[in-house]
């Protein structure tokens, strides 16, 4: 599909968001592609790792509210399609790279959290930006954020939505390298093909183990995300919110 990019080179799979009008932010048909292809890319055995990342001059700006298919259907389904693919990209046995050019916001935030590891271009900024939307986590955020930063420091970034630039992440401890912009493809490409001549079954073995090294698991994180958030979209808040974002404006939330 046009705004999902799949490139094959030596092993290595880049996956590039391609709507960059939209600051790549996903629909519903996105997230189901997502959710197959990284579940094929698992069984490939020519696939030998994954780099993700966002044409133009972002990464992921989240989930597309104006998207009419996902409006047109229920909360609890639109999550479950979500759900899938974040968990495919947690099973996904190759390691995974975020390459992350720019804004990475909401589930576009988890995104890159959910891959194995994130290099970031200098501009790029990062945003758990689901309060300012009277929503609350999605996309494995409750299960990633505390294993990364702590549960204080996870509190604190979900809490008030700040957007963080790419040396404040490295602070907060959510990325691996921040590179300058111009040096963010070859710095990438270098960690790939060293990962792509690797062994195969033992860094699949040992992602798996990290991944499974703290419990509850990362599936029932997002059972208790999908139905939290389902009844989030059933909110007059909700509606707000996104009638501010259309209009440009701070939302005025009611709890109701």
Same mark, same amino acid.
């Given at each position: 599909?046009?705004?999902? %990019?799949?490139?094959?080179?030596?092993?290595?799979? !880049?996956?590039?968001? /391609?709507?960059?009008? $939209? $600051?790549?932010?996903?629909? !519903?048909?996105? +997230?189901?592609?997502?959710?197959?292809?990284? !579940?094929? %890319?698992?069984?490939?055995?020519?696939?030998?790792?994954?780099?993700? !990342?966002?044409?133009?001059?972002?990464?992921?700006?989240?989930?597309?509210?104006?998207?009419?298919? #996902?409006?047109?259907?229920?909360?609890? &389904?639109?999550?479950?399609? %979500?759900?899938?693919? @974040?968990? #495919?990209?947690?099973?996904? =046995?190759? =390691?995974?790279? @975020?390459?992350?050019?720019? &804004?990475?916001? *909401?589930?576009?935030?988890?995104?890159?959290?959910?891959?194995?590891?994130?290099?970031?271009?200098?501009?790029?900024?990062?945003?758990?930006?689901?309060?300012?939307?009277?929503?609350?986590?999605?996309?494995?955020?409750? +299960?990633?954020? =505390?294993?990364?930063?702590?549960?204080? $420091?996870?509190?604190?970034?979900?809490?008030? @939505?700040?957007?963080?630039? #790419?040396?404040?992440?490295?602070?907060?401890?959510?990325?691996?390298?921040?590179?300058?912009?111009?040096?963010?493809?070859?710095?990438?490409?270098? +960690?790939?093909?060293?990962?792509?001549?690797? =062994?195969?079954?033992?860094?699949?073995?040992? $992602?798996?183990?990290? /991944? /499974?090294?703290?419990?509850?698991?990362?599936?029932?994180?997002?059972? &208790?995300? @999908?139905?939290?958030?389902?009844? /989030?979209?059933?909110?007059?808040?909700? #509606?707000?919110?996104?009638?501010?974002?259309?209009?440009?404006?701070?939302?005025?939330?009611? *709890?109701?």
């Amino acid at each position: 599909m046009d705004s999902l %990019i799949v490139e094959r080179d030596g092993g290595i799979v !880049t996956v590039t968001l /391609n709507r960059p009008e $939209k $600051k790549n932010a996903v629909t !519903t048909e996105m +997230w189901r592609a997502m959710g197959d292809l990284f !579940t094929e %890319i698992g069984r490939r055995t020519e696939d030998r790792v994954v780099v993700l !990342t966002g044409a133009g001059d972002a990464f992921c700006s989240g989930a597309d509210l104006t998207d009419v298919t #996902a409006l047109d259907m229920h909360g609890l &389904v639109r999550m479950r399609l %979500i759900d899938q693919a @974040a968990a #495919a990209l947690h099973r996904l =046995p190759k =390691p995974v790279i @975020a390459k992350v050019n720019g &804004v990475a916001a *909401g589930a576009g935030c988890n995104l890159a959290l959910g891959c194995d590891l994130i290099v970031a271009s200098d501009r790029a900024r990062f945003s758990e930006i689901f309060s300012t939307r009277g929503l609350s986590l999605d996309f494995g955020g409750s +299960w990633l954020l =505390p294993r990364l930063i702590g549960l204080h $420091k996870a509190k604190e970034l979900a809490f008030f @939505a700040e957007v963080l630039s #790419a040396e404040d992440a490295e602070r907060f401890g959510i990325l691996n390298r921040v590179v300058p912009a111009d040096e963010l493809d070859a710095f990438v490409d270098d +960690w790939a093909r060293h990962l792509a001549a690797g =062994p195969p079954l033992a860094l699949s073995s040992t $992602k798996l183990m990290l /991944n /499974n090294s703290v419990g509850p698991s990362f599936e029932q994180a997002l059972d &208790v995300e @999908a139905a939290t958030q389902a009844l /989030n979209f059933s909110t007059e808040d909700v #509606a707000e919110a996104l009638r501010a974002f259309l209009d440009k404006r701070s939302p005025e939330f009611r *709890g109701r």
